[in-house]
């Protein structure tokens, strides 16, 4: 027995339960319940729970155990198992007694998630009554039944650029490590992930920080002024009139000391009409200077007989898209329309009639705003005193200056960064939120202003629903408040840090203004914790730590008056977590299992079977039926983690040219046919659907046919798949590690927001001194302005671009929908490009024996496919980065001879060097290809336009008959070949080391295709 423990509370149990019971008690194995209670911390990253004490009362047996094991994650058969357990190791006097298990003073069956709790013991939940949603599209042709469809759920992504009057500067709040910063990490996955899955599933998302990375901004008012005033109006049965208080007005290129722009200006407002031939409208008609994705953000003013849908029509590249408003919510700020491709130039506009379903109402309006832009708002700091360093000292204000510290004038200056990667505290203020909010320090300190007002941002929005009935704001139902970070700490080896969740119970008397209980909070908590951490394990790595969840006042976590909850995923300081966590494939999981923990929580809340979105689509092909007609077809993807998550419907969206895609068009089968119109490129994506929403789109196929030729099509395979971090290493005795980035940066899905710079500090040993001295993975900052390019799955579209320029039609298919459906075919097509870009033999995280790795450039299949279709006469284009070195030299592999003999004996080509150059400059030379010398730049840098080739191959013939025709100006060394058959071998091929779609100009690709189309469709000679 534990005899610290009888001595501990025998005075107690004699005084509390008398002499009978504290015998009892004091023949309990403390030490044996002890071991019971901590067996359910396994996969816990804690420390261990202890026994506090024993209390009997009546029939009830209550254990205490320390705080910590609210850390558990529990169930009611988890409970019950529990209990059991611990009835084994109480002796046999205590059986009957019913048993009570304390994680501190809370009962753990008051911590089972409501989604597990029982229909009869289900707790409340904080709802609202059924409302019009803040905005919904009109024009989607589908509807969600068990997503998030009307939720509204505000989210950020930890901190952002702010301004340190202590050093008169604008910086990060975190230091720059492992190539990134967590200001800029957590945007990796809640940009391009999380957001885009919450609204898939059919919820309305709202962040205090910026969330288009696009730098450029355009703004168009009825006021003018610094806006563009190409603002019209008509008047139908009712005309438009002044409002009656303050609007937005663009009056200053930059922003200073509480300046509210939507106090500065005016709106106009309108009564509604149920006549829709006699409506009165306002046109915004923006001038684009660049082609490209805008978000569309309009403002308006909420009246208490605002009109519950007010429609928005939004003409852009891909068409015409109409939204509606809930104008009685969401006045005053920047609304979220989408984001939509617009082409330059007056094309663009966005109206708004005055037609309702509901009369006697109003409709507003107000500006118009299109892009993220920059950040626009201007600080200084006080040249008379000396500021504190908010970050550093913790305090607020000024200190004097002595004889010695003369006085300074310091001007008043912007960030000069895009407005995304700045802090919420900036994005609020351009966006009309009370100062009180966005700056509870009135301006002394940006540190603590910003990561103060997150949470108050969530009552502004909330203020005036059942949230917070008392207070101003909005009016908007906020389901739930979701704050995105990474940690700190580091270790050495393989050790992860591991995910975090932090919520709060006790704040506002551990209720929420309708009276149920903020434990909610920890249920919202353990179901995106456990989603984490159960998909990571199984996808991923197996090791990965959950850690504690931590009931504690962070402000992020307990100012919300909704559930709330903050999530530390991984230690971005940490080497073993950001192996992971700079991988695209472990961001889309990790944001769809926050997701799912999401979608569980509110399904729940509101009493719905959920439904999970299905993945994205496979296996997708353009088949070439006749003439100009095609067919597509794809395949769903089961998700092996989620069994709702089938599709049950399909969306093929058709762009036209370099234009947007439509809206979409509902197909209940996996294949879609259609004619396309001659000599245009017409591109096509796929997504899968459910009643629980919509997948993430496939990759981009395209087609056009040539009213000049009546021959076959080519056929462009995209090979490209790949989606990986940047190449890693670290030393036998795990003194140095780190990223290369010169090497390979690996590829980011579509763009990467979080890539600083390069890794410059590889010594594990190195301390943290400062921000601007941060140790051990102490990065370069040359590319944080930007979004650096990645894999956009779009490029049969640049390489079909310079094929029907050429004159020559072509379809496009995926490697794997090639491969199975036998397209590798000298009688179907006429010749084929593979796309290859980057793709290699990379890994996820740390090299695991028992896990394959993933994206070789020529797997068993497509070489047998790629022999077969040679040995037939066919004619092949292959581009990719790492033709020689996957094959030969992957540091991650072992060179199969089978791999260099297909490379050697059918493409031709062998490996002569790797990293062979960093210019980004290649020419032609004489050779059976071209007599022509053609030099052509691709990406070799990190940029905003294409994925960077760092270190391509230098590859040479490999065949007597074959050439070299492509060579680095840098080194001479050879770059491509050519091969036109040989007495026995009679096929021709062309490979060449610089993936094509890099080459950076269009008319260069156009030139080199003409070039490589008129070797290959030369008449057989054999």
Same mark, same amino acid.
């Given at each position: 027995?534990n005899?610290?423990?009888t001595i501990q509370?025998?005075?107690?149990?004699?005084c509390?339960?008398?002499?009978?019971?504290?015998?009892?008690?004091?023949?309990v194995?403390?030490a044996?319940?002890?071991?019971?209670?901590?067996?359910?911390?396994?996969?816990?990253?804690?420390?261990?729970?202890?026994?506090?004490?024993?209390r009997?009362s009546?029939?009830?047996?209550?254990?205490y155990?320390?705080?910590?094991?609210?850390?558990?994650?529990f169930?009611a058969?988890?409970?019950?198992?529990?209990?059991?357990?611990?009835k084994?190791?109480?002796?046999?006097?205590?059986?009957?007694?019913?048993?009570?298990?304390?994680?501190?003073?809370?009962n753990?069956?008051?911590?089972?998630?409501?989604?597990?709790?029982?229909?009869?013991?289900?707790?409340?939940?904080?709802t609202?009554?059924?409302y019009?949603p803040?905005?919904?599209?009109?024009?989607?042709?589908?509807?969600?039944?068990?997503?998030?469809?009307?939720?509204?759920?505000?989210?950020?992504?930890?901190?952002?650029?702010?301004?340190?009057?202590g050093?008169n500067?604008?910086?990060?709040?975190?230091?720059?490590?492992?190539?990134t910063?967590? %200001?800029?990490?957590?945007q990796?996955?809640?940009?391009?992930?999380?957001?885009?899955?919450?609204e898939?599933?059919?919820?309305y998302?709202?962040?205090?920080?910026?969330?288009?990375?696009?730098p450029?901004?355009?703004i168009?008012?009825? /006021?003018?002024?610094?806006?563009?005033?190409?603002?019209?109006?008509?008047?139908?049965?009712?005309?438009?009139?002044?409002g009656?208080?303050?609007?937005?007005?663009?009056?200053?290129?930059?922003?200073?000391?509480?300046q509210?722009?939507?106090?500065?200006?005016t709106?106009?407002?309108?009564?509604?009409?149920?006549r829709?031939?006699a409506?009165?409208?306002?046109c915004?008609?923006?001038?684009?200077?660049?082609?490209?994705?805008?978000?569309?953000?309009?403002?308006?003013?909420s009246?208490?007989?605002?009109?519950?849908?007010?429609?928005y029509?939004?003409v852009?590249?891909?068409?015409t898209?109409?939204?509606?408003?809930?104008?009685?919510?969401?006045?005053?700020?920047?609304i979220?329309?989408g984001?939509?491709?617009?082409?330059?130039?007056?094309?663009?506009k966005?109206t708004l009639?005055?037609?309702?379903?509901? $009369?006697?109402?109003?409709?507003?309006? /107000?500006?118009?705003?299109?892009?993220?832009?920059?950040?626009?708002?201007?600080r200084t700091?006080?040249?008379?005193?000396?500021?504190?360093?908010?970050?550093? /000292?913790?305090k !607020?204000?000024?200190?004097?200056?002595?004889?010695?510290?003369?006085?300074?004038?310091?001007?008043?200056?912007?960030?000069?960064?895009?407005?995304?990667?700045?802090?919420?505290?900036?994005?609020?203020?351009?966006?009309?939120?009370?100062?009180?909010?966005?700056?509870p320090?009135?301006?002394?300190d940006?540190?603590?202003?910003?990561?103060?007002?997150?949470?108050?941002?969530?009552?502004?929005?909330?203020?005036?629903t059942?949230?917070?009935?008392?207070?101003?704001?909005?009016?908007?139902?906020?389901?739930?408040?979701?704050?995105?970070?990474?940690?700190?700490?580091?270790?050495y080896?393989?050790?992860?840090?591991?995910?975090?969740?932090?919520?709060?119970?006790?704040?506002?008397?551990?209720?929420?203004?309708?009276?149920?209980?903020?434990?909610?909070?920890r249920?919202?908590?353990?179901?995106?914790?456990?989603?984490?951490?159960?998909?990571?394990?199984?996808?991923?790595?197996?090791?990965?730590?959950r850690?504690?969840?931590?009931?504690?006042?962070?402000?992020?976590?307990?100012?919300?008056?909704v559930?709330?909850?903050?999530?530390?995923?991984?230690?971005?300081?940490?080497?073993?977590?950001m192996?992971y966590?700079?991988?695209?494939?472990?961001?889309?999981?990790v944001?769809?299992?926050?997701?799912?923990?999401?979608?569980?929580?509110?399904s729940?809340?509101?009493?719905?079977?959920?439904?999970?979105?299905?993945?994205?689509?496979?296996?997708?092909?353009?088949?070439?039926?006749?003439?100009?007609?095609?067919?597509l077809?794809w395949?769903?993807?089961?998700?092996?983690?989620? $069994?709702?998550?089938?599709a049950?419907?399909?969306v093929?969206?058709?762009?036209m040219g370099?234009?947007?895609?439509?809206?979409?068009?509902?197909?209940?089968?996996?294949?879609? #046919?259609?004619?396309i119109?001659?000599?245009?490129?017409?591109?096509?994506?796929?997504?899968a659907?459910?009643?629980?929403?919509?997948?993430?789109?496939?990759? !981009?196929?395209?087609a056009?046919?040539?009213?000049?030729?009546?021959?076959?099509p080519?056929?462009?395979?995209?090979?490209?798949?790949?989606?990986?971090? $940047? %190449?890693?290493?670290?030393?036998?005795?795990?003194?140095?590690a780190?990223?290369?980035?010169?090497e390979?940066?690996?590829?980011?899905?579509?763009?990467?927001?979080?890539?600083?710079?390069?890794q410059?500090?590889?010594r594990?040993s190195?301390?943290?001194?400062?921000?601007d001295?941060s140790?051990?993975? %102490?990065?370069?900052?040359?590319?944080?302005?930007?979004?650096?390019?990645?894999?956009?799955?779009?490029?049969?579209?640049?390489?079909?671009?310079a094929?029907?320029?050429?004159?020559?039609s072509?379809?496009?298919?995926?490697?794997?929908?090639?491969?199975?459906?036998?397209?590798?075919?000298?009688?179907?097509?006429?010749?084929?490009d593979?796309?290859?870009g980057?793709n290699?033999?990379s890994?996820?995280?740390?090299l695991?024996?028992?896990? #394959?790795?993933?994206?070789?450039?020529?797997?068993?299949?497509?070489?047998?496919?790629?022999?077969?279709?040679?040995k037939?006469?066919?004619?092949?284009?292959?581009?990719g980065?790492?033709?020689?070195?996957?094959?030969?030299?992957?540091?991650?592999?072992?060179?199969?001879?089978?791999?260099?003999?297909?490379?050697?004996?059918?493409?031709?080509?062998?490996?002569?060097?790797?990293?062979?150059?960093?210019?980004?400059?290649?020419?032609?030379?004489?050779s059976?290809?071209?007599?022509?010398?053609?030099?052509?730049?691709?990406?070799?840098?990190?940029?905003?336009?294409?994925?960077?080739?760092?270190? $391509?191959d230098?590859?040479?013939?490999a065949?007597?008959?074959?050439?070299?025709?492509?060579?680095?100006?840098?080194?001479n060394k050879?770059?491509?070949?050519?091969?036109?058959?040989n007495?026995?071998?009679?096929?021709?091929?062309?490979?060449?080391?610089?993936?094509?779609?890099t080459?950076?100009?269009?008319?260069?690709r156009?030139?080199?295709?003409?070039?490589?189309?008129?070797?290959?469709?030369?008449?057989?000679?054999?």
């Open positions: 027995m005899k610290r423990f509370f025998l005075f107690m149990l004699m509390s339960v008398g002499i009978s019971k504290a015998q009892q008690l004091l023949s194995d403390s044996a319940l002890e071991k019971v209670l901590n067996t359910y911390t396994s996969g816990i990253t804690m420390h261990r729970v202890k026994l506090d004490s024993l009997l009546h029939d009830t047996l209550a254990v155990a320390s705080p910590n094991y609210a850390y558990v994650s169930t058969s988890r409970c019950k198992t529990i209990y059991e357990d611990l084994r190791n109480l002796p046999q006097t205590m059986q009957p007694y019913q048993l009570a298990v304390y994680a501190g003073d809370q753990i069956e008051e911590l089972i998630p409501r989604f597990f709790q029982s229909k009869a013991n289900k707790s409340q939940a904080f609202y009554a059924p019009t803040l905005v919904e599209n009109l024009s989607r042709p589908y509807t969600i039944s068990n997503g998030l469809s009307g939720k509204h759920i505000a989210m950020w992504q930890s901190h952002g650029l702010y301004f340190e009057a050093r500067r604008w910086q990060w709040q975190r230091a720059r490590m492992l190539q910063v967590e %200001d800029k990490y957590t990796q996955y809640v940009l391009p992930y999380l957001i885009p899955m919450l898939n599933a059919g919820a998302v709202l962040t205090p920080r910026e969330r288009d990375t696009n450029i901004e355009v168009v008012d009825n /006021d003018g002024v610094m806006a563009q005033n190409h603002y019209t109006e008509t008047t139908g049965d009712h005309p438009w009139q002044n009656l208080s303050a609007g937005f007005a663009y009056l200053h290129k930059e922003y200073r000391d509480f509210n722009p939507f106090r500065e200006g709106y106009r407002m309108v009564s509604t009409t149920q829709k031939k409506v009165s409208t306002v915004w008609q923006p001038t684009i200077p660049e082609t490209r994705d805008y978000a569309v953000y309009v403002a308006y003013t009246l208490p007989n605002s009109a519950t849908d007010a429609h029509t939004v852009h590249s891909g068409g898209t109409t939204l509606s408003i809930n104008q009685q919510m969401g006045g005053g700020t920047w979220y329309l984001t939509f491709h617009f082409n330059a130039g007056t094309t663009a966005v009639t005055n037609y309702s379903k509901q $009369p006697n109402t109003i409709v507003t309006a /107000d500006a118009l705003r299109l892009g993220g832009g920059m950040g626009n708002i201007a700091t006080n040249g008379d005193s000396i500021a504190y360093d908010g970050k550093i /000292d913790r !607020i204000g000024y200190k004097p200056r002595n004889a010695y510290q003369p006085a300074l004038t310091y001007p008043y200056v912007t960030s000069g960064y895009p407005r995304y990667l700045e802090a919420a505290r900036y994005s609020m203020q351009w966006a009309g939120v009370p100062d009180s909010i966005y700056s320090s009135h301006g002394l940006d540190y603590s202003d910003d990561y103060k007002s997150r949470g108050q941002w969530v009552n502004y929005l909330a203020g005036g059942k949230a917070w009935p008392e207070g101003k704001g909005l009016n908007i139902p906020i389901d739930l408040s979701f704050a995105f970070h990474s940690d700190a700490g580091t270790v080896g393989d050790s992860i840090i591991g995910t975090l969740g932090i919520y709060d119970t006790q704040a506002y008397h551990g209720r929420f203004a309708d009276g149920s209980s903020r434990v909610a909070n249920g919202l908590c353990d179901l995106v914790q456990s989603s984490i951490v159960h998909d990571i394990r199984s996808l991923f790595e197996p090791k990965w730590s850690r504690g969840m931590w009931d504690q006042r962070y402000f992020e976590a307990w100012t919300p008056r559930p709330a909850m903050l999530l530390e995923l991984l230690s971005h300081e940490n080497f073993a977590d192996r966590g700079h991988d695209p494939r472990f961001q889309f999981a944001s769809r299992a926050i997701y799912k923990g999401i979608l569980k929580y509110l729940d809340a509101y009493g719905y079977r959920y439904v999970v979105q299905p993945l994205p689509v496979r296996n997708f092909s353009i088949i070439p039926i006749k003439a100009n007609r095609i067919q077809e395949e769903a993807t089961p998700d092996s983690l989620e $069994p709702t998550a089938k049950t419907q399909y093929v969206y058709k762009r370099e234009g947007g895609f439509d809206n979409g068009t509902i197909v209940t089968k996996n294949r879609f #046919e259609t004619t119109p001659y000599d245009s490129i017409v591109s096509f994506k796929v997504c659907l459910n009643a629980g929403g919509i997948s993430f789109p496939s990759e !981009i196929l395209s056009g046919f040539s009213s000049q030729t009546t021959g076959n080519l056929l462009i395979v995209n090979g490209f798949d790949c989606l990986s971090g $940047p %190449d890693d290493f670290c030393s036998s005795d795990d003194e140095w780190g990223f290369l980035a010169e390979d940066n690996g590829v980011p899905y579509n763009g990467q927001i979080s890539y600083v710079g390069k410059k500090e590889f594990r190195m301390p943290w001194t400062d921000d001295d140790g051990f993975g %102490d990065s370069q900052a040359d590319y944080e302005r930007i979004s650096i390019a990645g894999n956009t799955f779009d490029y049969p579209y640049l390489h079909g671009e094929m029907l320029k050429a004159g020559h072509f379809v496009s298919a995926s490697k794997n929908a090639a491969i199975a459906k036998a397209m590798f075919d000298t009688k179907r097509y006429a010749a084929i593979l796309i290859i980057k290699k033999q890994k996820l995280g740390r695991q024996p028992q896990r #394959e790795l993933s994206f070789k450039t020529f797997s068993p299949a497509l070489q047998q496919a790629i022999t077969d279709y040679c037939a006469g066919g004619s092949l284009f292959i581009s980065a790492y033709l020689g070195t996957d094959l030969w030299r992957n540091p991650l592999s072992t060179p199969q001879q089978q791999d260099i003999d297909f490379a050697k004996h059918i493409l031709k080509y062998q490996l002569r060097n790797d990293k062979a150059a960093v210019t980004g400059r290649l020419s032609t030379i004489v059976p290809l071209t007599n022509d010398v053609l030099t052509l730049d691709y990406a070799a840098k990190p940029n905003t336009r294409c994925y960077a080739v760092e270190s $391509p230098a590859i040479e013939p065949d007597s008959c074959a050439y070299t025709a492509f060579r680095y100006p840098e080194n050879s770059a491509g070949i050519v091969f036109g058959g007495q026995t071998d009679q096929w021709r091929t062309v490979v060449l080391a610089v993936p094509f779609e080459i950076i100009e269009s008319k260069e156009t030139k080199l295709m003409q070039m490589i189309l008129n070797y290959l469709l030369q008449p057989s000679r054999f």
